[in-house]
DNA sequence: ACAACCTACAACCGATTGGTTGTATATTGG
DNA sequence: CCAATATACAACCAATCGGTTGTAGGTTGT
């Protein structure tokens, strides 16, 4: 997980920085939906939702799978886990120059009261 | 935290999904670092890099401080955990799914072996 | 005072984005 | 077989993005 693959970033944050993949993707993450399901939930052509969805499929969030001649997209909790994690380790770095202040305030006693 | 703004989470999204502002906002968290100083660690101009520390700055994930001729930029780690509880959020909707998947097979033995 | 430095911002450019319409291809039900 | 449905994809468009160079203003040290 240290190994970041910074396109890979770069296309799970993009995807998520529009709030109507975001509201796909908690559709999705809910239970299946066929594209042209979640089409019908959105003021805009089946085209421009179809393009969120695939969006949302090359960054790794949603996979697709053939029933008919229906494509059911069901949301990875994986990936938005990874995303979660990298989060974590940003807030790692903050939290280790804390630790640098503590320790500097620790060490010179003229610093604080 | 339920009342989303979605326009405040698409900056936040967006900021982030740049590689090189990912960098900065790293270095940001571990310790302030003047604008100039950020921009003496990458490949571009300084105005590119200036215009990254504003989109940060813009989506609330850095702040700046004067300090004599100098702005030194610090990363919020308030921001950065507020898009990490989204992200927990969409993964209690998942939580849910899977809860519904659970108890439909409890009540209906048929389903599994 | 003034040269050097730090920052901000405008103007511009090619690439990408988020939307549209239109067309093509599969699959289904009657 | 045929009409309706579901999806995919190309072409196009205005707006935004990530970069550039240039200009201007505030701060510092000598």
Known sequence: MIEE????VDALFHALADRTRRDILRRVLAREH???ALAAEYDMSFAAVQKHVAVLERAG??????AGRE???S????AVRSVASMLAELEQVWRGRIA??????ASDPEQED
Do not use: E, P
């Not at 693959?5 to 890979?8: E, P």
């Open 75 to 78: 949301g990875d909790v994986v």
């Open 100 to 105: 640098r202040i503590d320790a500097l305030i």
């Open 5 to 8: 693959d910074a396109a890979k």
């Open 71 to 73: 494509q059911l997209a």
């Open 34 to 36: 066929s594209v042209s």
């Open 61 to 66: 969030l949603l996979a697709k799978r053939r």
